[in-house]
């Protein structure tokens, strides 16, 4: 069941605090126990990141060699390699089309500037071990890293009994040059500040839990991070001409996610809504994860029927979803009005998995609203740039007096100086 909410301009409201105030939970006790994870690595380096890793993981951590990742992709069935390869390739050609280059150009005064574009020296990825191992994160983590030229990606993972051979394949396909068993807040401080073999990064990336979020968020300024994501969310955007069994099933793919994620449809037409929950009642009774869909919906999810498509758009707007679908007769021209969502899905062909494993755009995501100012990861993700400023003398001669004068006006006298000199 979902719940169906007519738009007053106080019922929906109510609901979009509710999932503000979903997003917004800490919890304390981890932040304090991390904090102090983090801090004892700062100090001790890697006998303490040993120490916690055989406390949590009951393993000391070690590195994974290339030939157990070219086992691991001998392991794989041959339509996952498949899979895999397909995706990377898609992901590596989205990405080869969207990478920054260097550029200079003459400037006004005759002078000559630029922009140089350079990929991160070294980036570490975070991959999760266990029931949650996801291959696909490998792929859109490691391979626009690899498009953007970096010198070395180091992908961390916990150090279960049995490594996940799919992540290692991918591992493998996207050009990992290096991985490490080990995982957790310990893993996160090792890569911040450098513990024995495992060497200190320039940007982490990649999906953890909640010990590992607040981990990479108190990391943070000693390196880059690419987000520290809440639980995931979709938005549905559909009029009457949407398949009810297509957004129905849509929703419920992000509501398997856990109990905390997010699933809701905004629409014009409440015969449609009805349709959908019908429809959601139905799939759920044969989906494996039937219990999960089942509270983040009761939770976090409903169907808020608006009075016309515009101000199902502006509530969009509002949410600024992680994943966006827009199931109307004519998607493209809702498109000019979103402003904020991770991603945009067109049509009832475009579904959220597509873009979560093939399409080739990321699927690391802003959530929790953040889609307001944060962007997806891509190949920009992993870039830096450094401005070129180079004059000659015939070119600073005709504005050196105006440079003077701004630097007088804040009584920086030796900027002031450094031009003067050289025109004495």
């Keep these: ?44 380096g890697f006998a303490a990141v040993e120490r916690y890793s055989v406390q949590f993981d009951r ?29 990377a390739a898609n992901i590596r050609d989205y990405n080869e089309r969207l990478l920054a280059k260097t550029v200079e150009w003459n400037s006004p005064d005759g002078g000559r500037v630029g922009r140089v574009v350079r990929g991160l020296s070294r980036v570490g990825i975070y991959v999760p071990g266990g029931t949650a191992a996801y291959p696909s994160s490998v792929l859109m983590n490691a391979v626009p890293a690899k498009v953007a030229g970096v010198d070395e990606i180091v992908m961390v993972t916990p150090p279960t ?68 994501a809440g639980p995931s969310e979709v938005l549905v955007i559909a009029d009457d001409s949407a398949d009810p069994k297509f ?16 699933a809701v449809l905004l629409t014009d037409s409440e015969a449609l809504a009805e349709a959908v929950d019908a429809e959601i009642v139905r799939q759920t009774g044969y989906l494996e994860r ?32 992680e994943h966006l679908e827009v199931v109307t ?25 597509l873009g979560d494993y093939l399409a080739g755009p990321d699927h690391v995501l802003p959530t929790s609203g953040t889609a307001r100012f944060f962007s997806p990861l891509s190949v920009d993700s992993f870039l830096k740039t450094m ?22 006006s804040e009584k920086l006298t030796a900027h002031a100086n450094s031009i003067k000199v050289r025109f004495e």
């Excluded at 495992?198 to 000693?222: E, H, Q």
């Excluded at 957004?247 to 997010?262: F, K």
């Excluded at 976090?300 to 502006?314: M, N, T």
């Excluded at 401005?387 to 007088?408: C, G, M, R, V, Y």
């Design 1 to 44: 069941m979902i719940r169906i909410i007519k738009a007053d301009g106080r019922a929906e409201q109510e609901q979009l605090a509710a999932m503000r105030a979903r997003a917004a939970q800490k919890n304390a006790d981890i932040d304090r126990a991390v904090a102090d994870i983090m801090q004892t690595v700062k100090e001790e």
């Design 59 to 87: 393993t000391a951590p070690y590195e994974i060699g290339p030939e157990r990742l070219e086992q691991a992709y001998k392991n794989c069935p041959k339509e996952l390699i498949e899979a895999l390869e397909h995706a």
């Design 161 to 228: 009994e049995n490594l996940n051979d799919a992540v290692l394949a991918a591992a493998k396909i996207a050009g990992v040059d290096r991985v490490i068993a080990v995982g957790g807040a310990q893993a996160v401080a090792a890569l911040t500040y450098g513990a024995g073999f495992i060497p200190r990064v320039d940007k982490l990336v990649g999906p953890g839990n909640a010990f590992v979020a607040a981990a990479k968020r108190m990391a943070y300024g000693a390196l880059d991070i690419d987000m520290v």
């Design 247 to 262: 957004v129905a099933a849509d929703l419920l793919s992000q509501a398997e996610h856990d109990r905390m994620a997010s």
């Design 290 to 321: 039937s219990e999960i869909m089942e509270i983040s919906l009761r939770d976090f999810g409903c169907a808020i029927v608006c009075e016309e498509l515009a101000q199902c758009v502006a509530l969009s707007n509002e949410i600024a979803p």
């Design 329 to 353: 007769r004519d998607p493209r021209a809702l498109l000019p009005d979103i402003k904020n969502a991770g991603a945009v899905f067109l049509g009832g062909w475009s579904p959220e998995p």
């Design 387 to 408: 401005s070129i400023i180079e004059f000659d003398q015939n070119s600073l001669d005709p504005i050196k007096d105006k440079i003077i004068t701004l630097a007088e």
